[in-house]
């Protein structure tokens, strides 16, 4: 049995190592889908696991262990920057400024809370307290990713190789961390007394208000004698309207119009219009049946639903690509991430778009080619826009600044420095001729392998000193410390959102969870609301939590733990 003793003991070997990660995650993520009234820790408990590990003594060595940790953070980091930016410059439009005002707030407020705790309860003059505090801080806003970049920050500051060993002070705030963010908000709930039943009553009547994203099909004849001679682009920029007339008869002849179409009394129209345009669209004429509409399937004009896939097509603006004029097609509505919008002329296509055309069969299948529409394709990765990504936020991220008053000079490091670069070519990538789109599962699977790496890691770094930290040191004041960070922001942020600024109910328990980017948290609120207020509320705040959240936590380090 010497073999399999020395599979086990041999630090060096290969085997060994693989064999450590393989059954500290494997064990870490079955443990973290166990669920204790209903609620479950994740893949997080891959850390408890790895702590675990590493305090019975089977680890790997310190420079291999500091390695995949970076490794999985950084993977994992950028995976985020490309998941959320897209979305990230969106979020501030449409009322998303005020729930992101709320959401740094309470970031802020973490933050001070966390000082407060530590001038109060701990003894200032030892310099790995506040460290010990940041992984506390982490822990208790359940926030992996800031965890991070604390720990990575701390060895630019710590450079006689000491470094705080933080994920115990995360480990011992988490738990109650996640119990602690679905608490305080059932709380707000009854502070603001409010009731459910009438929360989801608003969100009814909120979606049947706004008219102005719904998109709407009209049919009429046209009597108005002030269009009578004008193009449809005329008649567009006259009203200030954008609508797409993707079919028109004119003298018993069906055509494909375009901007440069000229429109007459007694023409037959069917628009795509907004819901909240439609009364103003109805003044060309009287409504009408338009029978050729139903017959149309014996016409030689088809509508189709296509993917774009084709990187060519990726940031092209829809009015240039002038698809009605040059390719007799009209592009009525595209849909992307599950979001059908409104094909305005300002729109950028992006690879993954779904777009619905009208048009000609010829015509349609050659505006197919180009698009590529080849899910095969879609399914593939792009690895290179993944790694020069990485290359160029790893030297983003450490172009020293020098700041007086900083014992070092402040960098962006492993963590910001690829998060910020994945964010500006998520959003912007297409300018450069990068494809960033993966597919959901594909981004999820290497987020999830650079998390656990990550996580293992680290709690293999923390096992050895673990049960001297935790439980003969200063655990208990971690735990309850961990507590008053969690709920103190929450009630403050969530009763001003609430009294102050009138925001529903379901939509705050989606900002809290986004804040603090707690999935079962959002899990909660999504089981006691049908609507999806509470995943529109996360999806507003997340992408700036988790960059606050990143960014914080070394400068938190970088200007105070020195």
Not at 33 to 61: D, E, M, Q, R, Y
Not at 418 to 424: E, G, K, S, T, V
Request: glycine share 10%.
């Amino acid at each position: 049995m010497d073999w399999i003793i020395e599979l086990f003991t041999n630090n060096e070997s290969v085997a060994h190592i693989v064999l450590l990660y393989a059954s500290v995650i494997a064990i870490g993520v079955l443990l973290g889908k166990v669920k204790i009234g209903g609620i479950s820790l994740g893949v997080t408990f891959v850390l408890f696991a790895g702590i675990v590990a590493g305090h019975i003594g089977f680890t790997a060595p310190v420079s291999l262990l500091t390695f995949i940790q970076d490794f999985g953070l950084i993977l994992f980091v950028f995976c985020i920057g490309l998941q959320v930016g897209p979305g990230f410059f969106e979020s501030f439009k449409r009322g998303g400024v005020t729930l992101n005002m709320l959401t740094t707030t309470a970031v802020l407020l973490n933050i001070a809370v966390m000082f407060a705790c530590y001038f109060i309860f701990f003894d200032t003059s030892d310099v790995t307290n506040l460290p010990m505090m940041v992984g506390t801080l982490y822990g208790a806003v359940t926030n992996t990713p800031g965890l991070g970049a604390a720990n990575e920050a701390l060895t630019s500051v710590f450079t006689n190789g000491n470094v705080p060993q933080i994920a115990s002070g995360y480990a011992c705030a988490y738990p109650l961390g996640v119990l602690g963010i679905i608490a305080a908000t059932i709380a707000i709930r009854f502070i603001c007394k409010i009731n459910l039943n009438e929360e989801e009553d608003k969100l009814i009547q909120t979606e049947e208000d706004n008219t102005s994203v719904k998109p709407c099909q009209i049919r009429l004849s046209v009597d108005n004698t002030y269009i009578e001679g004008r193009s449809l682009h005329e008649i567009s920029e006259f009203l200030n309207r954008e609508f797409i007339c993707s079919r028109l008869k004119h003298d018993d002849i069906i055509q494909i119009p375009n901007g440069e179409t000229v429109v007459h009394k007694g023409d037959e129209m069917l628009i795509v219009c907004a819901e909240a345009d439609a009364e103003v669209i109805k003044s060309f004429g009287h409504a009408a049946e338009l029978p050729w509409v139903e017959e149309e399937k014996k016409q030689p004009m088809i509508s189709k639903r296509v993917v774009i896939t084709s990187p060519s097509m990726n940031g092209k603006v829809l009015g240039k690509m002038r698809f009605s004029s040059v390719y007799g097609v009209n592009i009525t509505r595209i849909t992307r991430q599950g979001i059908d919008l409104f094909a305005t002329h300002d729109l950028h296509l992006h690879v993954g778009d779904r777009i619905m055309m009208v048009g000609h069969e010829e015509n349609v299948n050659r505006v197919e080619r180009m698009m590529g529409n080849s899910m095969r394709r879609l399914n593939a990765p792009n690895i290179a826009t993944i790694f020069i990504g990485i290359f160029i936020g790893i030297l983003f991220g450490s172009f020293p600044i020098a700041i007086p008053g900083m014992p070092v000079p402040m960098k962006l490091g492993l963590a910001g420095g690829p998060l910020i670069i994945a964010i500006l070519i998520g959003r912007y990538g297409y300018r450069m001729k990068l494809v960033t789109y993966t597919t959901t599962s594909a981004n999820m699977m290497l987020r999830e392998i650079g998390l656990v790496l990550f996580l293992a890691s680290v709690g293999i770094k923390a096992g050895d000193g673990f049960v001297n930290t935790v439980i003969q040191g200063d655990g208990l004041k971690y735990v309850y410390t961990g507590i008053l960070i969690t709920v103190i922001p929450i009630l403050i942020v969530g009763t001003i959102a609430r009294l102050k600024f009138k925001f529903n109910y379901f939509t705050i328990m989606g900002m809290i969870a986004g804040t603090y980017t707690d999935p079962p948290a959002l899990a909660y609120a999504n089981q006691v609301c049908s609507h999806d207020a509470p995943s529109t509320g996360y999806s507003t705040v997340y992408p700036l939590s988790m960059f606050l959240r990143i960014f914080t936590a070394q400068l938190i380090v970088l200007f105070c733990c020195g």
